[in-house]
């Protein structure tokens, strides 16, 4: 009898290990959203950045990017109830030039007044494993008005670098600056000389599990 019961408690054993084995091992690569655990994920600010171009006076497409972002993504096991939201330090402005301290001065961002953008998503809609359109209100220099984000699911998996599940992601969107209550150099006249109103943003988001 005692032999059949050590016999019963090693396989047992075995079974226990064989589970937990099962449920430490990182989820399987995917390029379907649908397939990603749900949980709570973190962005991950060495891998984010938000890039947007404006039209200067038409002599040529101005880029700058921000940087050092931060949020998280709540995903739901069904993703178009997820909730994102993103906080952008509007003093991490980089344009590689002395532009960057006229861009957070009141002119543009007033960052000593508003220092901070804020992204929250209010809808989303899938199309596709990979595709969404994600609905969301934008707080930017005090104002808050909604902004669309078009974006593409490229993948989960394991980030060989470090072992870290992470998720990554792109997406566009467009805005009207005045329509945030910055309106410096906006063109006027005939010759529309001046910075355009109409902005393009370009995203870059990799988020990993919080911890």
């Not at 995917?30 to 002599?59: C, E, M, N």
């Not at 700058?64 to 096991?77: I, K, R, V």
């Not at 509007?90 to 344009?95: M, R």
């Not at 969107?173 to 150099?185: N, V």
């Amino acid at each position: 009898m005692r032999l059949t019961t050590i016999t019963l408690g090693a396989a047992g054993l075995v079974t226990l290990l064989g589970s937990t084995s099962a449920l430490a091992a990182p989820p399987a690569a995917t390029r379907d959203i649908t397939q990603v655990p749900a949980g709570t994920y973190r962005l991950d600010p060495l891998h984010s950045k938000v890039t947007w171009a404006v039209d200067h006076y038409g002599f040529s497409t101005y880029q700058g990017q921000f940087t050092a972002a931060s949020g998280t993504l709540a995903l739901a096991e069904d993703p178009t109830r997820s909730q994102l939201t993103i906080q952008i330090p509007l003093d991490q402005v980089v344009t590689g030039s002395a532009l960057d301290e006229h861009l957070a001065g009141d002119d543009f961002f007033d960052v000593a007044v508003n220092p901070i953008a804020t992204f929250r998503s209010t809808r989303i809609t899938l199309a596709g494993d990979n595709q969404a359109t994600i609905e969301g209100q934008l707080t930017l220099n005090g104002q808050t008005h909604p902004l669309t984000l078009d974006a593409t699911f490229n993948r989960a998996a394991v980030y060989p670098y470090d072992d870290t599940y992470r998720l990554g992601f792109d997406a566009d969107a467009e805005m009207r600056r005045s329509d945030w209550g910055i309106d410096f150099l906006l063109p006027k006249g005939s010759d529309g000389m001046g910075i355009s109103d109409r902005v393009a943003l370009e995203i870059e988001a990799e988020f990993t599990p919080a911890h």
